[in-house]
């Protein structure tokens, strides 16, 4: 068998290509985090518990409606999107005016009230979500075996990243939304209707978690813990890459995966806390995060 | 920090304290949970007041930086857990009296503040959040590995042994004089470094961080200075809570427990010296009554706090002395 620094290869890649789908959740939902925290100035902390929902709408979709995983890719996103409108309009909104710590607060409570509900519900105890007939099945590299799903997940992380990239950057909605982010009392002088963008805003972000919880749902169980555990480290992500740049939280967030994966290649004791280290590492060095405006 | 409804709960004008630094209105509220406390264990479960006691304790400890310097700390479990598990350790596995555990409890959460709150202060606000939350993710997990806190069976069978070598304290009544007495020391603490000097200055960077700067003062340093004491206390309250019941597990470092903490500061009031109390023994009694429901507890929390902040952000004893005029 071959080796690298006395690592059988298949090792290697197999855990480099884990750290790397870890990394395609860390980027899509501190994405989403940015996204959100740019234009309302509120931490999201509901986040996670909107990854688990986007996860178990998608099997309540098949379990209940017989709609499949391609489907719950679309819809899933949407229904949790809507759930989220709901959220800012009625709670969130009331918040701007305040310290910022009341937003978090909030999110928080709602995170819990969702978690509590699906554990009451479904119990502690994961359930199992079938990979889509399409996705079935592994590629031979030659050096490891890939299965098909897993480099699906990367690769559609990727160009959800590139895509949400471009509309912020490129199209005419996310210039009003760069322009807001920046001074929304001008924004609003010039006639664009911001609080409606902040919901929309919220949405939006809102969906990307959920659509990160439909790619998730095959690959870990869904369960209503999911995403708790996950979030935290998404903060840690989020700190490292600091929030000023939508491709600073994707490149973070693949490489921070990456490294995870590497850790565990070399170091196992380490790797569920590698990324809190190298946290402290960036705050010492760089206070205002790798990509961060202070 | 913005003007309307900022983290400060409410001021009135500064009045003379008439005792021990206490306004009237302290004085009498804290006359009146002294004879609670001499008195409750006769009517009321003592091990249940106990826990109660320890709760209050961590959470007048996290109000300590939430209330006077408006630094909300997400991770105040680890400090809380690592105290217990030291405390733990050091009673069971070294022999130590409970009183020697307990402060070595308190010395690894200050120690441990004074590494994590180091790093943390260079953030402000959300970031703040977000970083000691991270951190105690990271505290957590090195608890699940290591050896001595015995994993997902934590350390079980804690002794209590004798005060100072000669009070034991295997009856519950005498546990509960010795868990009162460290509760009023470390409530008495608190309100003496808020009122202290040292504490107006944490007040002043509270409102208003880079006039104090121009004032002359390092804020950086009292900061960190606040966030050690605080993570003291909790490491005090943590290990006080794993002698009073003889066990120490991953529950007390889990971010659930520093979500706990903060709902009950939020519940009670923030930035009232009472608030913490009271909102430790709401959150407490709701959680005996419920234990039953399992995870509606949860719901009900989340449900609590999203009430807190949308239509309740006094707090409790807040809104009490907001309806009085008077500081509690």
Known sequence: MEEIFGIPTPLLFGQLLLGLINGAFYALLSLGLAVIFGMLNVINFTHGAQFMMGAFVAWMLLNYLGIGYWWALILAPLIVGLTGVILERTMIARLYKLDHLYGLLLTFGVGLIIEGLFRNEFGSSGMPYRIPPELQGAWDLGFMFMPIYRGWVVVVAIVMCLATWLVIEKTKIGSYLRAATENPALVQAFGINVPRMMTLTYGAGVALAAFAGVLAAPIYSVNPQMGANLIIIVFAVVVIGGMGSILGSVITGFGLGVVEGLTKVFYPEASSTVIFVVMAIVLLARPAGLFGRS | ?328
């Open chain 2, 1 to 328: 920090m913005a003007a309307p409804g900022g983290f400060s709960g409410t001021d009135f004008k500064q009045e003379e304290g008439v005792f021990l630094g206490f306004t009237k209105a302290q004085l009498l509220a804290f006359i009146a949970m002294v004879a609670f406390i001499v008195i409750s264990p006769f009517f009321l479960y003592p091990v249940f007041l106990m826990k109660l006691l320890c709760f209050a304790l961590f959470a007048c400890a996290f109000n300590l930086l939430i209330g006077y310097v408006g630094l909300l700390s997400f991770g105040h479990a680890a400090y809380f857990g690592m105290g217990g598990y030291l405390a733990g350790h050091a009673a069971k596995v070294w022999g130590f009296s409970p009183e020697l555990s307990i402060l070595i409890g308190g010395a690894v959460g200050a120690a441990l503040g004074l590494v994590i709150g180091w790093i943390a202060i260079r953030r402000q606000g959300i970031y703040f959040a977000m970083i000691t939350l991270a951190f105690a993710q990271m505290v957590y997990f090195f608890c699940v590995q290591a050896p001595f806190t015995g994993g997902e069976d934590g350390i079980q069978s804690i002794p209590r042994g004798a005060l100072f070598g000669i009070f034991d304290l295997r009856s519950d009544m005498a546990m509960y004089w010795m868990t009162a007495g460290i509760f009023l020391i470390g409530f008495l603490l608190v309100h003496r470094i808020v009122h202290s000097p040292f504490g107006m200055v944490l007040k002043s960077i509270r409102e208003n961080e880079p006039r104090a700067t121009s004032l002359g003062y390092r804020t950086d340093d009292y900061k960190l200075v606040a966030f050690i004491l605080s993570a003291g206390l909790a490491g005090v309250a943590g290990g006080l809570k794993s002698i009073v019941f003889g066990i120490a597990t991953l529950t007390d470092v889990f971010w659930t427990m520093s979500g706990e903490v903060v709902l009950m500061s939020l519940v009670g009031g923030l930035g009232t010296i009472f608030g913490p109390v009271v909102g430790a023994a709401v959150i407490i009694t709701m959680q005996n009554y419920l234990a039953e429901f399992g995870a509606w507890v949860t719901v009900i929390q989340g449900v609590i706090f999203v009430l807190c902040v949308l239509a309740f952000r006094r707090g409790v004893v807040g809104e009490i002395g907001n309806w009085l005029r008077v500081r509690l």
